[in-house]
């Protein structure tokens, strides 16, 4: 019998994908590459002009160091009741995740949801993201196809991104929940609108957040020119439908009631 060990390895050598799932002994693992993480240009440039919480540039990482930093993190929050796969094995080139079921975007985007199931998957979501916040964690890449469901629980992974020690907290959590509410405008499969006041007004309750809603509004004021542009009709036609969403979304944000 070879060992979860022997078997990872030897499709690791034989598999050049960065993240792919193994079975061993009828469990099924997941092998995730050791990769540098890098800041993206663009966005470094642009956070100098624009000091807004979604741009902040996440920090040059070695493969190594990248590892590191996420297994030491999956086990940091499993320890802190946060559901996130048990790391099986870690060596220097790659590390075993323990399966967590499929990706909630796969979930979400299916366009024969129903409304009772995509709030509940929204609630379990929110709930996990709160546990994350209220123990004054971040998780750095919020978007839903970074969360999983199995067995009725949703868990949380990809935790690899990290940020310069000067960036204080709570603007991780904001930037959290940015990314998280911004991977919802991109359901396009849905036949009903999505209510983003009730995911505010959840997390708001879950993470007892009162200064959110102006925390937003400060948000879409700074980017209220770029709204504005947005909304200019020959600038309109030439925008990709993923920014027009995320200037639509601001705009319903810009309509919040204090
Ligand atoms: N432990 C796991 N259980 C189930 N699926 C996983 C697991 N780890 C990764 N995956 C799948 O692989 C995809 C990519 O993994 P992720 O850690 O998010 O890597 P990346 O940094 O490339 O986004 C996930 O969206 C998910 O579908
Ligand atoms: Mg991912």
């Known amino acids: 019998m070879s060992s979860l060990e022997e078997i990872a390895k030897k499709e690791f050598l034989s598999n050049s994908a960065e993240i792919f799932p193994i079975e061993f002994e009828n469990q099924r693992y997941w092998i995730k590459r050791a990769r540098q993480t890098k ?18 540039p996440s920090l040059n990482k070695t493969a190594l160091q990248a590892l590191d930093y996420e297994t030491s993190k999956l086990e940091k929050f499993r320890s802190l009741g946060i559901n996130t796969p048990k ?12 399966d967590c079921g499929n990706s909630v975007n796969a979930y979400l985007r ?21 546990k994350i916040h209220n123990q004054n964690e971040f998780h750095g890449g919020t978007q839903i196809r970074n969360f999983t469901y199995k ?19 709570e603007t991780l959590k904001f930037r959290d929940f940015l990314l998280f509410i911004l991977s919802f405008v991109k359901m396009k499969e849905l036949s009903f609108e999505v209510d983003y006041f009730f995911i505010i007004n959840r997390y708001k309750e879950l993470t007892k957040s009162d200064d959110l ?30 920014v027009k969403n995320f200037f639509k979304l601001f705009e319903i944000l810009n309509s919040l009631e204090k």
């Open 151 to 169: 067995n009725d629980n949703v868990y949380v992974i990809d935790l690899e991104e990290s940020f310069s020690n000067s960036t204080d907290i």
């Open 213 to 242: 809603t102006q925390k937003l509004r400060n948000f879409s004021k700074k980017i209220s020119f770029f709204i504005w542009l947005s909304n200019v009709s020959f600038i309109k036609k030439r925008l990709g439908s993923d």
């Open 87 to 98: 790391v099986v094995y870690k060596c220097d080139d790659f590390f075993v995740l323990e």
């Open 110 to 130: 299916d366009k024969n949801i129903t409304k009772e199931k995509f709030y509940d998957f929204v609630e379990k979501l929110l709930f996990e993201l709160a």
């Open 39 to 56: 800041a993206n240009k663009i966005q470094k440039f642009f956070y100098r002009f624009f000091p807004l919480e979604l741009l902040i």
